[in-house]
């Protein structure tokens, strides 16, 4: 058995490996893109119409509405809650969802970064951004839409999860649960194309693969538990997947944030596997205590929240020091030359923006198998990786460990 599971371990890393290899050599991404792109342009372009008609009912009620709406769904929205979601004793529903998350923002990406379909334009369009977050998506390409297809997923397995925790199987219960999925859905993907986000095309895109996703999803999501909770070589399989999957990236036709984005997510996910795998028994079994039982009350859970919260951006803070000073040291004892856009400002060579985004962005790949032209790294990204594998260990693991001592 241990063999078979090695064996299928093997195949997955090599097929990664050689798509990372076959993908460089046969351009694949441009290629895709070039039959890609212009369709998905077309319609961006004649979805304009469509777009002008909706925010005709402009208001600053809407604006706040739709702005709102977007941050509760949105990548830093989900950050701050899953911790919460985990120490409120639904461990099963905060790592899947964690997981989740994390398949759907590299699928979104991906595709994103492959497509390079720009946004809808503006002007015409009219484009409110009234956070930070809206204006880094705002540089990001547009299709699919990220909001729609994690809101699909995400909303679609919370609503799985539920009933299937209460055991209720009332049609009307299951009616409300499905219509208020459908409501959220609908209203994030209107608030998208209101705020002149996203083209038509782009929210059906999202949604399409969002249904798509949370489907695969749940086929498969028992069978991802039981591996990550019992599996063989689970810590040094998924560690070789999350650095193969910095490198199964495409190269998007301008810099975008959206390389970033996937990196934060790969190191949250393997934080959170490492720390499952090796404390499961002590505070993510079945039998853990949930929030509103006699063993985790109110007080008890606010509690962890204000222990937690401050443990694990303190981790946060320290993973980045401890990877500013590591990642430097590998990279110049392998005889890799380096660079650093912003976290470490001695590193910075004297590279042009575009073309530093590029060699972040697109040369890993290159470098590790076939030495291209592009002889520098960027070693951002690998602090990047281990800041937020240390964050999200650190919510499953040292934080748990610590409401332990406190009896929290």
Not at 150 to 162: D, Q, R
Not at 212 to 219: D, E, M, Q
Not at 393 to 401: E, G, Q
């Amino acid at each position: 058995m241990e063999s078979v599971l090695a064996a299928w371990q093997v195949a997955t890393l090599g097929g990664i490996v050689s798509w990372i290899m076959i993908s460089s050599c046969l351009n694949v991404t441009q290629k895709l893109r070039s039959l890609l792109q212009p369709w998905v342009t077309h319609y961006v372009i004649i979805g304009t119409a469509f777009i002008l008609q909706i925010q005709k009912y402009q208001h600053k009620f809407l604006d706040s509405l739709f702005s709102g709406l977007s941050c509760v769904v949105s990548v830093p929205f989900y950050t701050g809650f899953l911790p919460l979601v985990f120490w409120s004793g639904h461990v099963k529903l905060a790592r899947h969802m964690t997981l989740l998350m994390a398949f759907c923002d590299y699928l979104g990406n991906t595709i994103k970064d492959t497509v390079s379909a720009p946004r809808p334009s503006c002007p015409p369009v009219r484009r409110v951004t009234a956070t930070k977050d809206e204006k880094e998506n705002a540089l990001e390409y547009g299709l699919p839409s990220s909001h729609t297809l994690n809101t699909v997923c995400l909303a679609g397995y919370l609503l799985h999860y539920v009933l299937s925790y209460s055991q209720n199987n009332y049609a009307v219960t299951q009616f409300a649960g499905v219509a208020l999925f459908c409501l959220l859905v609908g209203l994030i993907a209107v608030g998208r194309i209101y705020l002149g986000m996203h083209s038509l095309v782009d929210i059906i895109a999202g949604l399409a693969l969002g249904l798509a996703v949370l489907a695969f999803w749940l086929t498969v999501h028992e069978y991802v538990d039981n591996f990550i909770i019992s599996g063989q070589n689970v810590l040094s399989f998924w560690s070789a997947l999350s650095f193969l999957l910095l490198f199964a990236y495409p190269t998007p036709e301008l810099p975008t944030p959206s390389f970033e984005f996937h990196t934060a997510f790969n190191g949250v996910a393997l934080g959170i596997v490492a720390g499952v795998h090796l404390t499961y028994y002590q505070f993510h079994h079945e039998a853990a205590p949930v929030i509103f039982s006699p063993q985790l009350s109110i007080p008890a859970f606010v509690g962890r929240i204000l222990v937690g919260m401050p443990t694990i951006l303190l981790v946060k803070f320290c993973s980045k020091a401890l990877a500013k000073w590591i990642v430097p040291v590998i990279s110049n004892t392998l005889g890799i030359p380096i660079k650093s856009t912003s976290y470490i400002p001695m590193l910075n060579a004297p590279v042009k923006g575009k073309e530093s985004d590029k060699i972040k962005q697109s040369s890993y790949a290159q470098k590790l198998f076939f030495f291209s032209g592009q002889d520098i790294f960027d070693v951002d990204t690998g602090i990047r990786f281990l800041q937020y594998a240390g964050l999200a260990w650190s919510v499953v693991d040292l934080a748990p460990s610590v409401f332990a001592h406190l009896r929290l």
